[in-house]
């Protein structure tokens, strides 16, 4: 376990080391914020919250998390340099959490970066700080979700490209079971149990409520098993 | 030090590496000569377990690859065929990263290690150098540093003079030559003067298998007078 911090420092500062980690934050920011601004109507709505901003997050991941993610193994992959990472006395695993960390890192950072939106709200009015800070931690927690998909469809192709596709593919599906449009479609053909079961298997389902300022174990619990397993799966594609 | 036995790779149909077997003592030099594709760095892979064998069992030092590969991997330093490093890191930075998981974790162990590879590679010029602008000569030296580090007790290098100018085949040669003192070494090529040169083993594989595992004195009493590359080229008819 101790492998895990060289491997972290070198691919968060990665990120850094070429244009990637710049081009991300920018239009992170740009388009959550120009999201909110113009699709969400973040002024008309008139309230001092930041709802208008993350309602946007999970269709902003579903584009900028596979960007951010297809290249932590498919790159390797293609450079050759995996040769060399596994032949140093790491295992699999340490490599896996390693990587995954750093990514998640990242785009905790990126998230964080919006603050400056909470401050302006907190100046034009008084939001829930305990809502906001709910969102945060909801965010950052479905990030990981996210990442964890993405880092095991990088892991099964040496080409970004496809690894892309396959991590957006694979989101969508996750996405879709609790977006109300498509569950509404799913109610009209099948019972409403059924339908309700494939939704809790959804980020929307598990993110509501942090932007409502609940923290339910459930949903916690929900991530932090989508995270591990996907990790686990990575690790078994990596050793086959 | 090395002992090898029985393994076996198969690639779909293509059976890579078969049934090969072989052991090195410390203070060797072991050439491993074949024709392209005769299963040379299938068999250099598996030794420092990157890849695991259909079959069959690679050793170092008594440990087994398969059973505890990160004790053996910590005891090699293996060169790859094609790829010195990640690309977007200068070179101290890439051998400060191979340091720190060595387990040099205090940064002045770190930064004299790197210094004493630096030292013997002759890297000192390019030390701050993006390793993706060095010429393949320099890019060949960072693989090797990258490989003698930690100072290992063996050494495995898949064609370690491959893309150097002669001047450079020639400092290499003397280099490995010296470490060979309290070292195991295995090196691939397609040079037979190399094998001359330093070798005090040679192992000529052909389809998979161990044709010859002699001294290159013997090699050439197999044919007094011939020229090494027409006995190697009769030894390997078959591979074509």
């Known amino acids: 376990m101790r492998q895990i911090t060289p491997v972290f420092k070198r691919e968060f500062l990665g990120y850094f080391r070429s244009p990637i980690a710049y081009v991300f934050l920018v239009v992170f920011s740009i388009a959550g914020v120009g999201l909110s601004f113009f699709v969400g109507g973040f002024f008309e709505s008139n309230q001092a919250s930041l709802d208008r901003y993350f309602m946007f997050y999970p269709w902003l991941f579903l584009f900028l998390i596979p960007a951010a993610g297809m290249r932590l193994w498919s790159e390797e992959k ?22 995954f960390l750093a990514a998640w890192s990242f785009l905790s950072l990126a998230i964080l970066l919006s603050l400056p939106m909470a401050f302006t709200v907190a100046y034009l009015g008084h939001p829930d700080w305990g809502v906001i800070a709910t969102t945060y931690c909801g965010a950052i927690l479905m990030a990981g979700g996210y990442l964890g998909l993405c880092s095991l469809m990088s892991s ?7 690894s892309f596709v396959l991590s957006v593919v694979a989101c969508l599906m996750l996405l879709f079971l609790g977006w109300s449009v498509f569950s509404n479609v799913l109610n009209s053909l099948f019972p409403v149990w059924f339908v309700d079961l494939l939704s809790n298997f959804s980020f929307i389902t598990h993110f509501d409520a942090f932007t409502k300022g609940i923290i339910d174990p459930k949903d916690v619990m929900f991530f932090v098993s989508l995270m591990a397993f996907t990790l686990f799966l990575n690790v078994v594609a990596l050793e086959r | 030090m090395i002992e090898v036995k029985g393994l076996v790779k198969t690639y779909g149909a293509k059976r890579a590496v078969d049934g090969v077997s072989f052991s090195v003592c410390r ?12 299963g040379k760095s299938t068999t250099m892979k598996m030794i420092t377990g990157y890849l695991r064998p259909d079959a069959g069992t690679a050793t170092v030092d008594g440990i087994s690859v398969a059973d ?32 720190e998981v060595r387990g040099f974790r205090t940064k002045s162990s770190r930064l004299a290690q790197v210094d004493r590879a630096i030292g013997l590679t ?11 602008t060095l010429s393949k000569g320099f890019k060949q030296r960072v693989g090797f540093a990258q490989a003698l580090l930690h100072n290992p007790p063996a050494l495995v290098l898949d064609e370690p003079t491959d893309g150097l100018d002669p001047n450079q085949k020639i400092e290499m040669r003397a280099l490995i030559k010296s470490m060979a003192v309290d070292k195991t070494i295995i090196l691939s090529t397609h040079i037979l003067e190399e094998v001359e040169a330093i070798c005090t083993r040679v192992i000529i594989i052909s389809r998979g298998k161990v044709v010859v595992d002699e001294t290159p004195a013997q090699l050439q009493a197999r044919q007094p007078g011939a020229r090494l590359d027409e006995i190697f080229r009769r030894l390997t008819a078959s591979d074509v």
């Open chain 2, 27 to 38: 203070g060797d030099i072991l050439g491993f000569l074949g024709p392209n594709g005769a």
């Open chain 2, 68 to 99: 505890d590969p990160v004790a053996v991997k910590s005891k090699l330093g293996y060169l790859p065929e094609n790829s010195p490093g990640y690309p977007e890191m200068t070179v101290e930075e890439f051998l400060s990263f191979i340091a």
């Open chain 1, 78 to 99: 293609r450079t050759g340099t995996i040769e060399l990472l596994f032949t140093l006395p790491i295992t699999t695993l340490d490599a896996v959490l390693g990587k």
């Open chain 2, 122 to 132: 002759h890297l000192a010029p390019v030390r701050k150098q993006s390793i993706e």
């Open chain 1, 156 to 162: 099964v192709t040496k080409n970004q490209v496809i």
